[in-house]
């Protein structure tokens, strides 16, 4: 393989943040670069787009800006909602409506009773934010929720993203490594924290995604909370011409982990036990109870995964670890079967692509990349191709692929 250089503009890094790509950071978002590099490349006007696994929205996104229809579907409600409302067309008047109601409620953070605040069940809440931004928080979220009657659902969307973009950048949240985790404790936040900062990061937020919704959607997508493993029970069979998507890897990245000051926010989650068992739902979930599960989770004899060295790969790792073993296969097994259903609603002659990640495992390398395409050509696919797109880390031989296919 040719050597490859960390290609930053290849992850959500490259989305940038005064479009509607970046709206919000999910680390393990894909770049609007690929996606459209594969839309200049093979799609046709009248093609039926699929990401099966939407996060954050870009494929829809980037359909939906240059006119191509679009299904996605994903397993998080919150990534769903974040989704449509990025792929919604919002009128000027919205725009101005947003603008206005934006610049009046942080006027009146101050003058917001205590006893009526209410703060998310996050936690180690003190951890995440300092008491004082978290108030301010409180205080903001009320006067959104207060809001909710009286305003539409699309303005009061865009309330709550430009309250996610703060919630985050007001938090101790640091987004140095592959995943997000926390900056030590005594260093100083991006911020001050203060009422002021906090008031400017509302605004600039509010600026930013205000800006972004001038560039036009002119076909608005179809978004989904729905599981990839059952993609006939909502898509009619033959009916999808393209696939762009990026599924999770094998890598242990718990999506909910991620997300979990959003979700806990906007009440998507109220306990760890609901998070872990919406992780568990997850394709490669490992969150809090979801670990207790793998770990039980029975290995299926007729697992189905054809890949050659597959059993030889589970037994390698399950030497280290029963559970990391339980866990890699449980990811294929559950791919597998999502690459059946993928057979049932892709034509004759469409086009697969999938963006993946390989991963190690105590030296153990998973090669995903070609397990997936041995998956595709066992599924009826055929014109199997691996191409290798970036380095993913400096540290170790992790690589991500573009893995496409063609229905005969
Ligand atoms: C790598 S992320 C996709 C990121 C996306 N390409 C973007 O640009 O934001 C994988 C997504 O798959 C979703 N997912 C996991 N299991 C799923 C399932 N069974 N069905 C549908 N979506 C699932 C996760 O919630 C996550 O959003």
């Known amino acids: 393989m040719p050597p490859l250089g960390l290609a930053f503009h290849l992850t959500q890094r490259g ?6 790509y970046g709206w919000l950071r999910l680390t393990p978002a894909y770049s609007v670069h690929t996606v459209t590099d594969l839309l200049n490349r093979y799609a046709l006007a009248d093609d039926v787009v699929l990401d099966p696994f939407c996060g954050s929205g870009t494929a829809a996104v980037a359909c939906a800006e240059r006119g191509l229809a679009c299904i996605s579907t994903d397993i998080n409600l919150f990534l769903v ?21 934006a610049a009046e409620i942080i006027q009146h953070v101050e003058t917001i009773p205590r006893d009526v605040i209410w703060l998310p069940e996050i936690h180690q809440r003190e951890k995440w934010w300092d008491a004082e931004v978290l108030q301010l928080l ?14 539409s659902e699309s303005i009061h969307d865009l309330l709550k993203i430009a309250f996610c973009r703060v919630v ?3 938090s101790h949240a640091s987004f140095s490594h592959q995943s997000m985790s926390f900056k030590p404790a005594r260093q100083p936040g991006l911020f001050a924290r203060t009422l002021d900062d906090l008031g400017l990061t509302w605004q600039a937020s509010v600026n930013d995604i205000a800006r972004s919704l001038q560039t036009p959607i002119i076909v608005p ?25 990026s ?10 982990r991620e997300l979990r000051p959003y979700m806990y926010w906007l009440g998507y989650l109220n306990n760890g036990r609901d998070a872990g068992e919406l992780d568990w739902q997850a394709i490669g979930g490992t969150w809090g109870i979801a670990t207790s599960y793998i770990g039980r989770w029975p290995i299926p004899d007729d697992h189905g995964v054809v890949y050659p060295h597959f059993a030889e790969l589970i037994q390698q790792i399950s030497q280290h670890s029963d559970l990391l073993a339980r866990y890699v296969a449980k990811y294929f097994v559950d791919m597998r079967q999502h690459i059946a259903e993928l057979y049932h609603v892709t034509r004759p002659h469409a086009r697969v692509f999938y963006i993946v990640g390989n991963s190690t495992f105590y030296d153990v390398l998973v090669p995903t990349e070609q397990i997936l395409a041995s998956m595709l050509q066992a599924a009826g696919f055929s014109q199997i191709d691996i191409t290798p797109l970036r380095k993913r880390t400096s540290k170790k031989e992790l690589y991500e692929y573009i893995v496409s296919a063609q229905k005969a």
Not at 15 to 20: E, F, V
Not at 83 to 101: C, L
Not at 138 to 151: K, S
Request: aromatic fraction near 10%; hydrophobic fraction near 40%; glycine fraction near 2%.
């Open 15 to 20: 989305n940038a943040q005064h479009t509607r």
């Open 168 to 170: 985050i950048l007001h």
């Open 81 to 101: 909602w974040l989704a449509q409302a990025k792929t919604r067309i919002y009128s000027p008047a919205e725009v101005d409506q947003f603008r206005q109601i």
């Open 138 to 151: 409180g205080a903001l979220w009320y006067q959104i929720q207060q809001l909710r009657q009286q305003i």
């Open 221 to 245: 997508p179809a978004i989904y909370l729905h599981d990839a493993r059952q993609l006939s029970a909502l898509i009619p069979r033959n009916a999808i011409s393209l696939v762009i998507t």
């Open 247 to 256: 599924p999770p890897y094998p890598n242990r990245m718990s999506y909910i």
